[in-house]
């Protein structure tokens, strides 16, 4: 399986680039169905296999990057033959590694904030979904697909209209158990500053999470507390200070005006004061503005 890095893999010279402008509709679509079925007996078979067997699926798919829209008519039943290799809980993690590095394909060509909305957000996924995530190595530079993908898919889960305490199944008196609320504030908090993709789903979910009713009134201020004190860490580096600032980048833009004001000196102290824009990269400066702008 090809393992991809924090970085955009480099273009390949076979790879269709700019031949998207000359398609009309999604041709492969039953070849594509149809590998993904296969994908249980390819987890069988030699490394050189798996690897040309992803190489032919990316190749496909890569040549809608420049019209991924027309995928469209296909995406739901594309994601749903992956939804069920996920949900079966008798299938090895093996396939299901496998099975999110292909997701991964699907989501660099049509984009993580539209396949977010064709992703199921049932609420008997949100337990499962959770602890796969819980489960999860942050280091293991193999498997961040699995990770990348679990933190968009919770990030639609997240939505559901109940308050989350109804997750926790304990009583409240059970001081030693996580609820479910910190539970996904320490999974945001632990992939908002990793140096692979993970960290830009995190920062995604966390708006998703931190600007729920019931959430905003237990974590919000304090997650800004968390964010300014990580991002000023005397060993904090750049995949931090992008890590974070995004998170507070988001927060800030789809949250409400009420929630933010009183907030609102407080970061802007920070951002100002901070060296951000003497010390980071690009990438991390025009967070710097984009925050200043929008307090």
């Given at each position: 399986m090809v393992n991809l890095t924090t970085e955009d893999a480099p273009q390949k010279e076979e790879e269709p680039f700019g031949l998207g402008c000359a398609l009309d509709y999604f041709a492969e679509f039953e070849e594509v169905f149809e590998m993904i079925d296969n994908l249980k007996n390819l987890?069988?078979?030699?490394?050189s296999v798996q690897e040309k067997a992803y190489e032919k699926f990316s190749f496909i798919l890569t040549q809608y990057v420049e019209q991924p829209h027309l995928l469209d008519s296909q995406l739901d039943s594309i994601l749903q033959k992956f939804i069920q290799i996920l949900r079966n809980n008798e299938e090895p993690i093996q396939l299901k590694h496998v099975a999110f590095s292909y997701m991964a394909v699907v989501v660099n060509v049509r984009g993580y904030k539209d396949i977010v909305k064709h992703l199921p957000h049932e609420v008997a996924d949100f337990e499962p979904v959770l602890c796969l995530l819980e489960s999860q190595d942050p280091r293991d530079t193999n498997t961040w697909t699995t990770r990348y993908i679990l933190l968009l898919w919770l990030s639609i889960i997240i939505m559901i209209p109940f308050h989350l305490s109804r997750f926790d199944g304990f009583d409240e008196t059970e001081s030693?158990?996580?609820?479910?609320?910190?539970?996904?504030?320490?999974?945001?908090k632990t992939y908002a500053v990793v140096p692979d993709k993970c960290r830009d789903a995190a920062a995604f979910l966390s708006y998703k999470f931190i600007n729920r009713n019931d959430v905003k009134e237990k974590h919000l201020s304090a997650f800004f507390d968390w964010v300014v004190e990580q991002s000023l860490a005397s060993n904090s580096d750049v995949f931090v200070k992008y890590g974070t600032l995004a998170c507070i980048a988001v927060i800030?833009?789809?949250?409400?005006r009420e929630d933010i004001l009183p907030h609102a000196s407080k970061l802007l102290s920070w951002i100002i004061n901070s060296e951000f824009k003497e010390s980071s990269g690009t990438s991390v400066q025009k967070l710097v503005y984009k925050i200043i702008q929008r307090i």
């Amino acid at each position: 399986m090809v393992n991809l890095t924090t970085e955009d893999a480099p273009q390949k010279e076979e790879e269709p680039f700019g031949l998207g402008c000359a398609l009309d509709y999604f041709a492969e679509f039953e070849e594509v169905f149809e590998m993904i079925d296969n994908l249980k007996n390819l987890i069988q078979a030699k490394g050189s296999v798996q690897e040309k067997a992803y190489e032919k699926f990316s190749f496909i798919l890569t040549q809608y990057v420049e019209q991924p829209h027309l995928l469209d008519s296909q995406l739901d039943s594309i994601l749903q033959k992956f939804i069920q290799i996920l949900r079966n809980n008798e299938e090895p993690i093996q396939l299901k590694h496998v099975a999110f590095s292909y997701m991964a394909v699907v989501v660099n060509v049509r984009g993580y904030k539209d396949i977010v909305k064709h992703l199921p957000h049932e609420v008997a996924d949100f337990e499962p979904v959770l602890c796969l995530l819980e489960s999860q190595d942050p280091r293991d530079t193999n498997t961040w697909t699995t990770r990348y993908i679990l933190l968009l898919w919770l990030s639609i889960i997240i939505m559901i209209p109940f308050h989350l305490s109804r997750f926790d199944g304990f009583d409240e008196t059970e001081s030693n158990k996580k609820s479910v609320m910190d539970r996904v504030l320490n999974i945001i908090k632990t992939y908002a500053v990793v140096p692979d993709k993970c960290r830009d789903a995190a920062a995604f979910l966390s708006y998703k999470f931190i600007n729920r009713n019931d959430v905003k009134e237990k974590h919000l201020s304090a997650f800004f507390d968390w964010v300014v004190e990580q991002s000023l860490a005397s060993n904090s580096d750049v995949f931090v200070k992008y890590g974070t600032l995004a998170c507070i980048a988001v927060i800030i833009k789809h949250g409400k005006r009420e929630d933010i004001l009183p907030h609102a000196s407080k970061l802007l102290s920070w951002i100002i004061n901070s060296e951000f824009k003497e010390s980071s990269g690009t990438s991390v400066q025009k967070l710097v503005y984009k925050i200043i702008q929008r307090i």
